[in-house]
C-alpha cells in the first residue's frame, strides 16, 4: 500500500451506557492487536470534561499500555503543554522511560484538551490562554530537562521520543526552529496540511535530536469489508463532529441511532467535506485514498485514527488495514 510506518492514535471512545473503566480497558486491548498486526506505535490524546472520551490523563493511560505490551511505542498524541507544569511532565515521562526503555513517545501540543471556556480556565488554574512564546519556552523547558546532569534520576537515565503536534502553520513553524519531528493533525485540519508541511520542510534547523524534517500526518481511516459497511461504521463520527462545532459536551451517538437520522443539507455538506481527504471504505477503497494522501503531502509516517463506535469493529479496521502494508510482525503481546 504505503510503504510507510503505520501508527494508531486512540481516544478512548465511551459507548452508551457504559464506564469510563470499560473504554480504558477497550483502549488497552486495542493496543494488545495494534501490536500482534504490527503497528509501530499506539499514542493516546488528552481530552477533559467530555462525556465521549475517557482519555484525560495520557501519562497514566500509557502506563497501562507500556505494561500490556512489549514492542509497539506507547505515547502521547498528545500532552496539551500549557495545561501542565513542564517539570512534571518531564518527570512522568522520564518514569515511563525507565518502565518501557526505547518504547516512550512524548507529543505535546499547544491546544486545552476542550472546548469548554470554563474547563480551559481550570486546568490552567484561572490563566487565559497562553501565547506563542510562553508556548514555545514550555516546550523548550521540558527539552532541557532531560539531561545527565540532572539530580532527578528519571531526567537523566533516558529521553522519550518527543514530537511537536500541530494542526498550523505556526505550531509547524516552531517544530522546524526546534529541529523536533512533527505530527500534524490532517484528520482535524485537511486543508492546512500541505501549507504547514512546506512550512516545516523550508524552515527546519537541523538539531542534536534529529538533522533532517520528519513528518506524521494522522488522518481517520475506517476499513470494512465492503464501502457500504465502512460508511456505516463512520456515520456516528460523522454526526459526533458535527455536534462538536456548536458544543463540547457532544456524546458520541449508537449506530443505531446514527441510521435512524436523517442529514440536514448543511450536515450533509459538512460531512463530505470532512471525509474527503481521510480514508473510509473497503481495503482497495482505503488503500487507494491513502495512497493519494502520502502522494500529496509526503509523509514519513502514518497515524490512524479510527473513530468506529465499537471496539470489535475498531480493531476489525486495524486489521484489515495491517492487511494492506508491510507492517507485519511477530507479536509479543501479553
Do not use: K
Amino acid at each position: 500500500m504505503t510503504g510507510l510506518p503505520l501508527s494508531v492514535l486512540d481516544l478512548a471512545p465511551v459507548q452508551e451506557g457504559t464506564r469510563a473503566a470499560e473504554a480504558l480497558s477497550a483502549t488497552i486491548a486495542l493496543a494488545c492487536r495494534a501490536e500482534r498486526f504490527g503497528y509501530h506505535r499506539f499514542w493516546v490524546a488528552e481530552h477533559h470534561n467530555s462525556p465521549a472520551t475517557a482519555g484525560s490523563a495520557p501519562a497514566v493511560l500509557i502506563a497501562a499500555l507500556a505494561a500490556a505490551t512489549s514492542r509497539i511505542r506507547v505515547g502521547s498524541g498528545g500532552v496539551m503543554l500549557p495545561n501542565h507544569v513542564p517539570l512534571v511532565v518531564a518527570e512522568q515521562f522520564g518514569t515511563l522511560v525507565a518502565l518501557a526503555p526505547d518504547r516512550v513517545d512524548l507529543g505535546v501540543g499547544r491546544g486545552p484538551g476542550t472546548a469548554d471556556e470554563t474547563t480551559a480556565r481550570a486546568l490552567r488554574r484561572g490563566a487565559g490562554p497562553v501565547s506563542a512564546e510562553e508556548y514555545a519556552h514550555d516546550v523548550t523547558t521540558v527539552l532541557g530537562l532531560f539531561t545527565e546532569d540532572s539530580p532527578a534520576p528519571v531526567l537523566r537515565d533516558g529521553v522519550p521520543e518527543i514530537w511537536l503536534l500541530s494542526s498550523s502553520e505556526s505550531g509547524a513553524g516552531l517544530a522546524a526552529g526546534l529541529g523536533l519531528p512533527l505530527s500534524f493533525a490532517h484528520h482535524l485540519r485537511p486543508a492546512a496540511t500541505g501549507a504547514a508541511l512546506a512550512r516545516y520542510r523550508e524552515r527546519f534547523r537541523p538539531s542534536a535530536r534529529l538533522d533532517r524534517p520528519r513528518v506524521m500526518v494522522s488522518v481517520e481511516v475506517v476499513c470494512a469489508e465492503t464501502d457500504e459497511r465502512a460508511d456505516q461504521l463512520m456515520r456516528p463520527a460523522d454526526l459526533f463532529e458535527y455536534e462538536l462545532t456548536t458544543r463540547w459536551a457532544a456524546t458520541l451517538p449508537t449506530p443505531q441511532q446514527a441510521r435512524a437520522h436523517r442529514l440536514t443539507e448543511h450536515e450533509r455538506v459538512f460531512v463530505q467535506e470532512r471525509r474527503r481527504w481521510q480514508a473510509v471504505g473497503s481495503p482497495e477503497t482505503v488503500a487507494r485514498q491513502l495512497a493519494r494522501l502520502t502522494e500529496a503531502v509526503r509523509p514519513d509516517e502514518l497515524m490512524l485514527t479510527m473513530p468506529v463506535y465499537d471496539p470489535e469493529d475498531r480493531a476489525r479496521s486495524l486489521e484489515l488495514v495491517a492487511g494492506l502494508s508491510d507492517v507485519g510482525t511477530a507479536s509479543r503481546c501479553r
